[in-house]
């Protein structure tokens, strides 16, 4: 069965410093994977996805993602994080056999502190 | 591009009534769209996958003839909530399933700003 995970419920951190949010997952067949973030009371926001080719996938914002296959994570990350990036993130994962029906992950509340 | 539209943005009823809600592509074609709910601090949870011209499928749980779904066009899918109960209050959420020429590269969800549904 397919499966997303994401081990931090929230993660904090100061405006400037790099920003890691993590997510492994399960799936059968070759990955697709997508982090979306959320804003309250809004819907989901496409950030990145990764379905083959470089292993370092850059997105919006200046998010960036980088898919392990051995260590099946594909973790979020920013160098330098921003106010504006508190919000609620999520990782996501379908699988080329399927119907591109999305397993997200539980969600990781981001908050990044003056 | 890939914009994706949902209306009414919050809507309040009464216990017994129906509501629909609209999901739209604004900016392409989708044959494709999902139905989420939300429940407040926790994840999406798939209810229905709505596919043009044909029966919605719904996942596990979900009742089908409680949430109705209806993708009469590539850039319209209704779902409507009949007879609503105060524990069907939530945020639904829809995603429209962009692809381009059946390159799996394109394939990507692009999410509605989701519809507040409060039941009294």
């Not at chain 1, 951190?13 to 959320?38: H, I, M, R």
Request: positive net charge; proline residues 4%.
């Amino acid at each position: 069965a397919q499966s997303v995970a994401q081990p931090e419920d929230q993660v904090n951190v100061a405006e400037g410093n790099p920003l890691t949010v993590k997510c492994t997952y399960s799936v059968s067949g070759n990955p697709y994977l997508f982090w979306y973030v959320q804003y309250p009371n809004r819907g989901l926001q496409f950030l990145l996805k990764y379905i083959t080719g470089d292993n370092l996938v850059k997105g919006s914002y200046g998010f960036e993602a980088e898919f392990n296959k051995s260590q099946t994570s594909f973790h979020l990350k920013k160098p330098s994080a921003l106010v504006s990036d508190s919000a609620l993130y999520f990782c996501a994962v379908s699988s080329s056999s399927n119907t591109g029906k999305l397993i997200f992950g539980q969600g990781t509340t981001l908050q990044v502190k003056p | 591009g890939a914009v994706v539209s949902q209306h009414p943005s919050r809507v309040i009823c009464k216990s017994g009534t129906s509501v629909k809600i609209e999901c739209r592509s604004l900016d392409f074609q989708a044959t494709t769209m999902f139905w989420y709910r939300q429940f407040p601090k926790q994840s999406l949870m798939l209810m229905a996958t709505s596919n043009e011209g044909s029966k919605a499928t719904y996942e596990q749980g979900v009742e089908k003839d409680k949430f109705l779904i209806n993708h009469a066009s590539l850039t319209l899918s209704t779902l409507t909530v009949t007879s609503a109960h105060p524990e069907d209050s939530s945020f639904y959420i829809c995603s429209a399933r962009y692809t381009s020429g059946g390159v799996s590269s394109t394939d990507t969800q692009y999410f509605g700003p989701g519809t507040r549904l409060t039941v009294l």
